[in-house]
Protein backbone atom coordinates (compact mmCIF):
# COMPACT_ATOMS: atom_id res chain seq x y z
CA UNK A 1 0.00 0.00 0.00
CA UNK A 2 1.35 3.41 -0.98
CA UNK A 3 0.70 6.29 1.68
CA UNK A 4 -0.15 9.62 1.33
CA UNK A 5 2.81 11.86 2.06
CA UNK A 6 2.68 14.54 5.10
CA UNK A 7 3.10 18.03 3.51
CA UNK A 8 5.75 19.73 6.23
CA UNK A 9 3.48 22.47 6.81
CA UNK A 10 0.56 20.52 7.89
CA UNK A 11 -0.52 20.87 11.93
CA UNK A 12 -3.15 18.17 11.51
CA UNK A 13 -5.68 17.14 9.28
CA UNK A 14 -9.53 18.48 9.11
CA UNK A 15 -12.37 17.48 6.52
CA UNK A 16 -15.83 18.99 7.00
CA UNK A 17 -18.38 16.73 8.81
CA UNK A 18 -21.10 15.22 6.55
CA UNK A 19 -24.00 17.38 8.08
CA UNK A 20 -21.64 20.85 8.30
CA UNK A 21 -21.58 23.15 4.47
CA UNK A 22 -19.83 26.08 5.60
CA UNK A 23 -19.55 28.85 3.40
CA UNK A 24 -15.86 29.43 2.47
CA UNK A 25 -14.10 30.61 -0.86
CA UNK A 26 -12.93 28.34 -1.94
CA UNK A 27 -15.66 26.18 -0.81
CA UNK A 28 -14.62 22.84 1.53
CA UNK A 29 -15.60 19.67 -0.53
CA UNK A 30 -17.05 16.65 1.40
CA UNK A 31 -14.94 13.59 2.13
CA UNK A 32 -11.50 15.90 1.21
CA UNK A 33 -8.74 16.17 3.93
CA UNK A 34 -7.45 19.19 4.43
CA UNK A 35 -3.77 20.27 5.76
CA UNK A 36 -3.96 22.44 9.20
CA UNK A 37 -1.40 25.10 8.63
CA UNK A 38 -2.91 27.30 11.80
CA UNK A 39 -4.63 25.39 14.70
CA UNK A 40 -4.15 27.86 17.21
CA UNK A 41 -7.07 30.54 16.14
CA UNK A 42 -9.22 30.10 19.05
CA UNK A 43 -12.60 28.51 17.92
CA UNK A 44 -11.17 28.28 14.55
CA UNK A 45 -8.84 26.71 12.61
CA UNK A 46 -6.86 27.86 9.17
CA UNK A 47 -6.56 25.07 6.53
CA UNK A 48 -5.17 24.91 3.20
CA UNK A 49 -7.20 24.67 0.80
CA UNK A 50 -5.14 24.52 -2.40
CA UNK A 51 -2.94 27.50 -2.85
CA UNK A 52 -5.14 29.43 -0.71
CA UNK A 53 -6.05 29.36 3.41
CA UNK A 54 -9.11 29.38 4.81
CA UNK A 55 -10.28 29.76 8.42
CA UNK A 56 -13.13 27.36 9.06
CA UNK A 57 -14.92 27.10 13.08
CA UNK A 58 -14.13 24.18 14.48
CA UNK A 59 -17.10 22.70 15.37
CA UNK A 60 -18.09 22.06 12.10
CA UNK A 61 -14.68 19.79 11.37
CA UNK A 62 -13.73 16.53 12.26
CA UNK A 63 -9.84 16.65 13.27
CA UNK A 64 -6.89 14.18 13.25
CA UNK A 65 -3.34 14.27 14.13
CA UNK A 66 -2.62 12.51 10.97
CA UNK A 67 -3.29 12.43 8.07
CA UNK A 68 -5.72 9.16 6.78
CA UNK A 69 -5.01 6.65 4.56
CA UNK A 70 -8.32 5.34 3.75
CA UNK A 71 -10.56 6.35 1.35
CA UNK A 72 -13.91 8.25 2.47
CA UNK A 73 -17.42 7.47 1.05
CA UNK A 74 -19.72 10.67 0.34
CA UNK A 75 -23.20 10.31 -0.23
CA UNK A 76 -25.32 12.98 -1.84
CA UNK A 77 -28.60 13.16 -0.70
CA UNK A 78 -31.25 13.52 -3.77
CA UNK A 79 -31.84 16.79 -2.45
CA UNK A 80 -28.47 17.77 -2.48
CA UNK A 81 -27.60 19.86 -5.94
CA UNK A 82 -24.28 18.28 -7.75
CA UNK A 83 -22.56 20.53 -10.19
CA UNK A 84 -21.21 17.93 -11.92
CA UNK A 85 -24.33 16.35 -12.84
CA UNK A 86 -24.94 16.24 -16.24
CA UNK A 87 -21.39 16.28 -17.38
CA UNK A 88 -18.04 13.33 -17.77
CA UNK A 89 -17.10 14.42 -13.96
CA UNK A 90 -20.70 12.95 -12.64
CA UNK A 91 -20.07 9.70 -10.77
CA UNK A 92 -23.27 9.33 -8.93
CA UNK A 93 -25.00 9.99 -5.22
CA UNK A 94 -22.18 7.74 -4.34
CA UNK A 95 -18.12 8.33 -4.71
CA UNK A 96 -15.04 7.93 -2.75
CA UNK A 97 -12.58 10.43 -2.14
CA UNK A 98 -8.59 9.66 -2.54
CA UNK A 99 -7.23 10.84 1.12
CA UNK A 100 -3.26 11.65 -0.51
CA UNK A 101 -5.07 13.87 -3.26
CA UNK A 102 -8.77 14.94 -2.86
CA UNK A 103 -9.90 13.57 -6.18
CA UNK A 104 -13.29 12.05 -6.36
CA UNK A 105 -13.20 8.06 -7.05
CA UNK A 106 -16.47 5.68 -9.04
CA UNK A 107 -17.30 3.33 -6.74
CA UNK A 108 -18.63 0.14 -8.37
CA UNK A 109 -20.05 -1.97 -6.19
CA UNK A 110 -18.63 -1.97 -2.23
CA UNK A 111 -15.11 -2.55 -2.49
CA UNK A 112 -12.67 -3.02 0.15
CA UNK A 113 -9.72 -1.24 -1.45
CA UNK A 114 -9.39 1.19 -4.22
CA UNK A 115 -6.52 3.11 -6.31
CA UNK A 116 -6.86 6.35 -7.32
CA UNK A 117 -6.47 6.72 -10.75
CA UNK A 118 -4.76 10.21 -9.85
CA UNK A 119 -1.89 9.51 -8.00
CA UNK A 120 -2.01 5.95 -7.26
CA UNK A 121 -2.39 5.76 -3.67
CA UNK A 122 -4.31 2.56 -2.73
CA UNK A 123 -5.88 1.87 0.32
CA UNK A 124 -8.93 0.51 1.94
CA UNK A 125 -12.06 2.00 1.75
CA UNK A 126 -13.75 3.35 4.96
CA UNK A 127 -17.79 2.91 4.34
CA UNK A 128 -18.02 3.02 8.02
CA UNK A 129 -16.50 6.68 7.66
CA UNK A 130 -18.76 8.66 5.23
CA UNK A 131 -17.87 12.25 4.31
Request: proline letters at 10%.
Amino acid sequence: MTGPSEPSHARGWARVYPTSRPFTIPRLRQGVWYPIVNPDLGERVVVQVKDRRVAVPKRLLEIRAKRPTRFTVVYLARNQPNPAEGTARYLGRKYAVCPACGVRVRLAGEPERLQCVECGHQGEVAWWETG
